[in-house]
């Protein structure tokens, strides 16, 4: 069973970095998984953040463009998500999800296209 992880959320003040971690765990081919970080505000839906495929192609939803980075270790068993220029609005619970499936009809930034989420790390931009 994959486990996840996440770590390094906290408060910022409003144009603060931050970098969430994501360990990854149960898996012997966590380089054939395709990881994401979303986000969710009390209330709503969870939105996709940032994703990495298996073939390294990275996509971020148009609101943290330019200002969040994904990425992973080398050995594939830690995701990171540094977030720069961090704003309030920036502030909610984020996760990290992976799913090894392969033909799916879901966008790597879409919620259902993921089985495996980890519990959440809560960030907070104060202005």
């Known amino acids: 069973q994959v486990r996840l992880v996440e770590s390094g959320g906290g408060s910022v003040q409003s144009g603060g970095t931050l970098t969430l971690s994501c360990v990854v765990s149960g898996s012997t081919s966590v380089s054939s998984y395709t990881m994401a970080w979303f986000r969710q505000y009390p209330g709503k839906e969870r939105e996709g953040v940032a994703s990495?495929?298996?073939?390294?192609?990275?996509d971020y939803g148009d609101s943290v463009k330019g200002r969040f980075t994904i990425s992973q270790a080398e050995d594939k068993k830690t995701l990171y998500l540094q977030m720069s220029s961090l704003q309030p609005e920036d502030t909610a619970m984020y996760y990290c999800?992976?799913?090894?499936?392969?033909?799916?009809?879901?966008?790597?930034?879409?919620?259902?296209?993921?089985?495996?989420w980890g519990q959440g790390t809560q960030v907070t931009v104060t202005s």
């Open positions: 999800a992976a799913d090894r499936r392969v033909y799916i009809a879901y966008h790597d930034l879409e919620k259902e296209r993921y089985t495996y």
């Open positions: 990495i495929a298996t073939d390294g192609e990275i």
